[in-house]
């Protein structure tokens, strides 16, 4: 069977470990005769009234859920019922073409996952680059059927914390560009409004994946295991930690550029106070020599109008006797 076209927003795939994956409609039948090794998920890709009560009358949901499946709130949570788990968690899409601009920031999607037994249920607004990225690594027939609900969930929570890995590796790439770009940058408020703007991205990264460390480790305690769900990978926790620690890595990495940058900006200061300042020594004898002979006193010398290039040629040859120093020093 093929899905319903009244029902675009709504994919309902089941997995079938005995026989063939497909898509077909829902309905109450289809979600109660549920085999042991098959798994239905049932995807609803925006968050409409009609499709929601669908949802309820299909799977039995109580009124609570449904309020929830109707609420785009960025609130991550995780409610257990006696049958069933419900996930609210976060995930970050990149608009197309967001990535090239520093200004532009990804947008937090909320997503949630109601699992029950041999079923699972997401809803969000909009496409989810980690539930296409998961569609398109299943080629044909799939050994999700042999899954229990809990394992799928850990598989969809695996492929948001993909997503966001995604993003961190973009930010990176953009950060090696930067780190080049400061040592030969010359307009320094172009320079610092990509830095800004990498800042704020991983800053909207953080603040997205903080708040799943509890509703994480909830999954993982000992008691979350349910009659008929299953239980999900512990693992999901340091799965989630490195995906934390990882944007605090890209962090680190956007200070030690910013750092690269005020050193090479310190050194080209220095360049140029190194600069006057020979430019000052070279100067100063001559001026200092020209204040002398300037002084309201007549002597023999300034009777001699040929002495004029004696004192211009004195003039030359200290400044020759600085710049012969400076190189020697090294200073130049």
């Known amino acids: 069977m093929t899905a319903s076209p ?17 898509t077909i409609d829902l309905d109450r039948a289809a979600a109660e005769q549920l085999g042991d090794k098959q798994l239905l998920w049932v995807d609803l890709a925006r968050r409409e009234r009609a499709e929601i009560e669908a949802l309820a009358e299909a799977f039995d949901l109580p009124e609570e859920e449904v309020e929830l499946l109707a609420t785009d709130s960025s609130e991550v949570r ?18 197309e073409g967001d990535e090239r601009r520093a200004a532009a920031l990804p947008t937090p999607t909320a997503i949630d996952i109601v699992v029950a037994a041999n079923q699972v249920i997401t809803a969000h607004d909009g496409e989810v680059s980690a ?35 995604e993003l961190v590796e973009a930010v990176e790439r953009r950060i090696d560009t930067l780190d080049e770009a400061a040592l030969h940058t010359r307009d320094a408020t172009r320079f610092l409004r990509e830095v800004i703007g990498l800042r704020r991205r991983v800053a909207l990264l953080r603040r997205s994946l903080a708040p799943h460390r509890w509703t ?48 090479s ?24 020599l020209a204040g002398v002979m300037g002084m309201n006193f007549r002597i023999d010398f300034f009777d001699n109008p040929a002495n004029f290039w004696i004192a211009i040629g004195a003039m030359v040859a200290m400044a020759v006797v600085v710049l012969g120093i400076a190189r020697w020093r090294g200073w130049i």
């Open 6 to 22: 009244a029902r675009e927003a709504l994919r309902a795939t089941l997995y079938d470990a005995d026989g063939t994956d497909k």
């Open 78 to 95: 995780l409610l257990r019922y006696p049958d069933r788990v419900h996930l609210r968690l976060l995930a970050v899409e990149e608009r």
């Open 131 to 165: 539930f296409e990225a998961f569609r398109e690594h299943i080629r044909g027939d799939s050994a999700l059927g042999q899954l229990n609900a809990a394992d799928f969930l850990t598989v969809l929570v695996d492929a948001v914390l993909d997503g966001y890995l």
């Open 216 to 263: 994480f480790a909830a999954l993982a305690r000992p008691d979350f295991e349910l009659e008929g769900l299953g239980r999900p990978w512990p693992g999901i926790v340091d799965r989630l930690e490195r995906t934390v620690d990882s944007v605090e890595n890209a962090r680190e990495l956007l200070i030690g550029t910013f750092d690269v940058y005020m050193a």
């Open 265 to 288: 900006e310190a050194q080209r200061t220095n360049e140029v106070m190194k600069t006057l300042t020979i430019l000052s020594a070279i100067l100063l004898p001559a001026v200092v």
